[in-house]
């Protein structure tokens, strides 16, 4: 919980900003709203990214199937040089609700 907690510190700095938001149109609302979280999550990402694992011996590879759908959807960048398509993602029938 602490953690939630931590990460959402910045939240109420932009709660001013809602009714100004809330009036735009739904694309550049949502271009507001993804500018917003990259520009906040970026001390996150630094220090995950010095989290990662690096003895070759392990996993450092996975990408869950989630992943391939965010570049696909353009939500996370991706290379000029690497085009993916979507075709379908496998999930395992005991975990399906």
């Known amino acids: ?12 700095n932009g709660l001013a900003q809602l009714p100004k938001v809330a009036t735009m149109d739904a694309g550049k609302r949502n271009d507001y709203a993804n500018g917003w979280m990259r520009k906040n999550i970026q001390d996150e990402l630094t220090a995950a990214r010095g989290a990662m694992v690096s003895d070759p011996g392990k996993t450092e590879f996975y990408s869950p199937p989630a992943v391939t759908n965010r570049v696909v959807n353009g939500i996370v960048d991706s290379s000029r ?16 609700q």
């Open 1 to 12: 919980m602490g953690l939630a907690k931590e990460l959402m510190g910045k939240v109420p």
């Open 81 to 96: 040089f690497v085009s993916i398509k979507l075709i379908a993602t496998a999930v395992d029938a005991s975990e399906v």
